[in-house]
């Protein structure tokens, strides 16, 4: 199976800074066939299933503000908020979906400072 | 507007059985792929299994965790998905969500539903 770590654990950011969540892959999750990373971030906030935020390791699903960005290859991977909104607090999960099973980080819990 | 609803989850005995349903609307629900995580109360999300659509033989997978004991199935008529979820253990506590996947035989997932909650107690 493919281990999926995450860091930190939980972070606290000021309004209007920017949060920073790395993740790891124990495997590459990068396929030659289509040149996509099979990595994906989600949301979830208290009482609500996940919300899609970034597949492909850095493309923004429907709907999502630009402040979130994914970026990375192969197995380390960054999800960036660019200036944390009152609305982002929230626990935020990595999960590859490169094969099965799908497999998560153990998420990230974002703050207010 | 996609739409993933789950229903039948409760409180049952250990040993018991109990079938999930996944309701939806707003897709063709035929094309894609169905998938069901859990997440135990205050722990993360772990997968359950996939159902793949009949353009990819409506194959199923299922996590170790599970094998043996829960099966996932389709209805394309209804646009209904199902998780038969037998031999039930206290460890398979947890809110159960069903979501959409992949048209395409990959395993993307995008759209959940809200998740319906299975208590196994005595």
């Known amino acids: 199976d493919i281990v999926m770590t995450q860091s930190p654990d939980s972070l606290a950011v000021s309004l209007g800074e920017r949060a920073t969540i790395n993740c790891k892959s124990s495997?590459?999750?990068?396929?030659?066939?289509?040149?996509?990373?099979?990595l994906v971030w989600y949301q979830q906030k208290p009482g609500q299933p996940p919300k899609l935020l970034i597949y492909?390791?850095?493309t923004r699903h429907s709907g999502v503000p630009d402040r979130f960005s994914g970026s990375g290859s192969g197995t380390d991977f960054t999800l960036t908020i660019s200036s944390l909104q009152a609305e982002d607090v929230a626990v935020y999960y990595c999960?590859?979906?490169?094969?099965?099973?799908?497999?998560f980080g153990g998420g990230t819990k974002v703050e207010i400072k | 507007e996609v739409q993933l609803v789950e229903s039948g989850g409760g409180l049952v005995q250990p040993g018991r059985s109990l079938r999930l349903s996944c309701t939806t609307s707003?897709?063709?629900?035929?094309?894609?792929?169905i998938n069901w995580f859990r997440q135990a109360p205050g722990k993360g999300l772990e997968w359950v299994g996939s159902?793949?659509?009949?353009?990819?033989?409506?194959?199923?997978q299922h996590a170790a965790s599970v094998k043996g004991r829960f099966a996932i199935s389709r209805d394309d008529s209804e646009s209904i998905a199902y998780l038969q979820m037998n031999s039930l253990t206290t460890e398979d506590t947890a809110v159960y969500y069903c979501?959409?996947?992949?048209?395409?035989?990959?395993?993307?997932?995008?759209?959940w539903g809200q998740g319906t909650l299975v208590t196994v107690s005595s």
């Open positions: 495997q590459s999750v990068f396929s030659s066939s289509n040149n996509k990373n099979f």
């Open positions: 979501s959409r996947g992949s048209k395409y035989g990959t395993y993307h997932v995008d759209y």
């Open positions: 999960q590859q979906d490169y094969t099965v099973p799908l497999t």
């Open positions: 492909w390791a850095s």
């Open positions: 159902i793949r659509s009949q353009a990819y033989s409506g194959t199923t």
């Open positions: 707003g897709f063709t629900f035929g094309d894609y792929a």
